[in-house]
């Protein structure tokens, strides 16, 4: 039973929607990522949250808005998205935001871009 | 950029042999870490090696790390269906920012 939570497990939208990936961990972990896992290509991290603060958005569009209350919950807004944008979406924490720590996923939404 | 790529890119063995997939990096690292992803599913942490630690066991599982060529390997021994999966390594670089860079992965088949 995974610690960590994230609904919807999957998505279909248009590119004009509006939607929203969520993401909780039962852990206590101060530290929450949002990773892009598309076919083919190695996982790549997109945003870096520690004691929901931002501490890293690696170059991701303006499309994509993530947003922590707490170091609890994790959400990713999307709008008008691309078709290039349809992967898996996975979200991670771990207890501390350093070198060494393991991180623990959760299950992913798969998005689909119409 | 890349940190680790895995070799192979896809292996098919048979149940009770073993698997044995290699991971090289780029710049120096302090830890390597070893995750599981089944179909479907999120990644699962395995096992970390540390730099100064050239091997490490846990239950079938058998991890190698040479820093001097930059190159970690996973044996995984007497192997079960359930071990079918995609494996990952992942590291650091040589940040202490608790980033972690993920190779492509080795997907690992094991028939019954």
């Known amino acids: 039973e995974t610690g960590v939570t994230q609904t919807p497990r999957h998505l279909v939208m248009g590119m004009t929607n509006k939607k929203s990936l969520k993401c909780e961990q039962h852990?206590?972990?101060?530290?929450m990522y949002w990773y892009k896992q598309s076919a083919k290509k190695p996982l790549e991290l997109m945003f870096v949250y520690n004691f929901k603060e931002q501490t890293e958005n690696n170059s991701v569009p303006s499309r994509f808005s993530p947003e922590c209350p707490n170091s609890s919950h994790l959400f990713l807004h999307l709008h008008t998205l691309q078709p290039e944008d349809s992967a898996l979406y996975l979200c991670?924490?771990?207890?501390?935001?350093?070198?060494?720590?393991?991180?623990?996923f959760g299950d992913g939404t798969r998005l689909s871009i119409l | 950029s890349q940190q680790g790529e895995e070799d192979p890119q896809a292996l098919s063995i048979q149940e009770g042999e073993n698997a044995t997939m290699n991971c090289s990096y780029k710049t120096s690292i302090n830890n390597l870490q070893w995750y599981r992803q089944n179909s479907g599913r999120g990644l699962v942490h395995l096992i970390l090696?540390?730099?100064?630690?050239r091997e490490k066991h846990s239950g079938r599982l058998r991890v190698t790390l040479d820093t001097s060529k930059k190159s970690s390997s996973l044996l995984i021994t007497a192997s079960r269906a359930a071990d079918t999966a995609s494996y990952f390594c992942a590291t650091g670089g040589s940040s202490n920012t608790g980033k972690l860079i993920f190779g492509q992965g080795t997907t690992l088949q094991v028939k019954p």
């Open positions: 852990l206590g972990h101060n530290a």
């Open positions: 090696i540390r730099s100064n630690e």
């Open positions: 991670a924490s771990s207890q501390e935001l350093r070198d060494g720590q393991p991180q623990h």
